[in-house]
């Protein structure tokens, strides 16, 4: 999640910037109950938590690509 640290939003609506802080927040929070330290670490995460990580993104995806 570093990699998105000082991102800014601002030239998005700001209901899509609450969706995509909502979703990196909830993501967060399932990367935060893991050890990871290195790239091999994100193979702890469970298959279903992985899953909800890729339907938040999927999600998020759709909503942007409304803006258009």
Known sequence: MLAFKGMVLSSIPSKTQKSVESV???NQQVFN???????????????????????????????ILKLK
């Open 33 to 63: 109950r893991y050890p990871i330290r290195t790239f091999e670490d994100y193979h702890l995460i469970s298959e279903e938590e992985l899953n909800e990580i890729l339907l938040n993104i999927s999600d998020l995806c759709t909503e």
């Open 24 to 26: 990196m927040l909830r």
